[in-house]
């Protein structure tokens, strides 16, 4: 059993319908330390024969035997192991990647093999010395001679120890000085016992080798063998495996500061997408903050006032409907965190103030209650039984020149109501002004008390028209009382409505996240024009990286490994897009809150964790979907079209 076995290898391309026979039944054996030169006529087929040798194309009739095992048995990743470990390839034009450097275009063999990354470098310095590049490690390849491109490429071809070396017309591209020195090289490998087989052109070459396999019309012609062949080295091939992920992601980190500029202007584009969603949702957060901010400063966060949900028929003819008993006040008692309820009533119409001969007609008028702020009581204090609290407003009807002189005099109040027989009655007392709170801050108010004795006095119960509920703690726990109050049903209608400035903060909050999220989604239009960006610069990639995937499948990386390198570009773009946009949308933060502080006295912009960590997670998503077909297209590219692309 020889090493290598070619039986019967034929092999046709086709045009349309028309066979071009290449190889008309090939039968050859190899076997290691030997030298084979392998002439022909050029169209011959010899760099057809050499794909088939070396697992780039196996579509083709007939075996190809190592060890006495068939090719023909090996899977796709199989084949991509035996390219790896058992063949290395030599190129005529050298196939080495330009953007790598001599040590790293080396290094891209190693690391697929099992050597640890400090022996993976020792290993590949070893090589380019043994080559003679010591000093140039560190050059690329468009900054060597043709000479030392080839030997650049016969240290890679070396570097997994593998048993066969193929060399399709290694010195085609040489003067003789360099094809010398090339072929020195390849007889040294021989001698140390692998198996080299040459692709050439040249008598001389062919004279340097130990055997002559000449190829003419598909089939072989002659086959001399000129010295004995070297012994076999005792194998051993380093155990391989494809590019790691870390591997593909440092090589596309390597091609994106090759290509820097370009990449840049992507990761500048793609960010402004990001960075829009990042601003515009800080910005809702701000807005919706400064509101809360400034709505709670004028009410008590922790009050809500709750009333009957009644018609808006019932409640012009004044139904009992209306009236909140013992039991609707019991069930707000019970709720979790509830930590007072207070009767309250609140009229609209047919009162009215009077201070000697001025008057003030109130449109509203509603009971004192812990929704207000004693903050918003600008002079005097909250009225106590038998005093009022006015608006700014209603004072200034009282009193034009100085509302502050009223606060200790007695005014008038008179309201007209109907009493149990729908007779109307009037309600007539003075009561002293305890304070005078800003115009913004709910109405003019009487204690419940004060207003329940008026009734009383002209004999009709008074019953409350809302209740206000006192949450304890955090302004956190209102929400879940609220809700607990709207889920009390009548029948399928809800038996209490939220009333008052609190149910305000609700919606307004309820429409600035609608504002907000329609202005992100809009933003979110551009995070498409970055996909399409993406989409566009990885194909452009692609087309360009198609010698070095067709390079590195020759190397037997694995169709997965090629897609890596693409999805890596492609993360690496969205993540420092993200980064890009997440430090800019930071640092507006930082200008757009000193001018706010100054003027509002708030922080407009406020981007929290979950923002950044959004904007972040939407970049790469982002980024790895519009790589979906870019990098599926590099992983479908066929290795030997794209080895001979330019
Ligand atoms: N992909 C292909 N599609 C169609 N025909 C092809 C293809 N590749 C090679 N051929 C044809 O097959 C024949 C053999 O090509 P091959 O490259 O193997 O020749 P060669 O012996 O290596 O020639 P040279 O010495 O010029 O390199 C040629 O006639 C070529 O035109
Ligand atoms: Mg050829």
Redesign the pocket.
Known sequence: MSYLELRDIR?S???GNQE?K??KGINLNFERGEFVSIL????????????IIGGLDSNYEGDVFLKGESLRHETTKQLDAYRRQTIGFIF?NFNLISHLTILQNVMVSLEMTSLSHAEQEERAKELLDKVGLTEHIKKFPNQLSGGQKQRVAIARALASDPEIIIA??PT?ALDSENTKEILQLLYQIAAEGKLVIT?T?SQTVADYGTRIVR?ADGQISEDIELKPAYPADSEHELATHTLRFGATLKMALDNMKYNWKRNLLIIIGAAIGIFSVILMQGLGNGVQGYMNHEIYSQINPNAVQVAKNVSSDELAEGSKKVNLTNQDRQRFEKIKNVKDVQEGYYVQGGTRLQNGKKTANLQMMQTYNDTIKKKSIKQGHAPKNGEILLTKENAQKLNKKDTNALIGKKITYTQTVMNDQKQPVQLKQDLTVSGIASANSGSTSVTYKTLKQMYADQNIKLAPNFMTVVIKGNAKNVKPVQTKIKDYKTGKKATYTITGAGAIVDTLNTYIDLAVNVLAAIAGISLLVSAIMIIVVLYISVSERTKEIGILRALGASKGSIRNLFFSEAFFIGLFAAILAIALALLIQVGANSLSQAGIHYAIMQISGSNIAFGAIVSIVISLLAALSPAGRAARLDP??SL?YE
Do not use: A, P, R
């Open positions: 092999k391309y086709y045009l071009f290449v190889l022909g006529e050029s169209g011959g087929g010899k760099s057809t024969l050499m794909n005529q399709d017309e085609g692709v052109h190829l030997i079209e001979s």
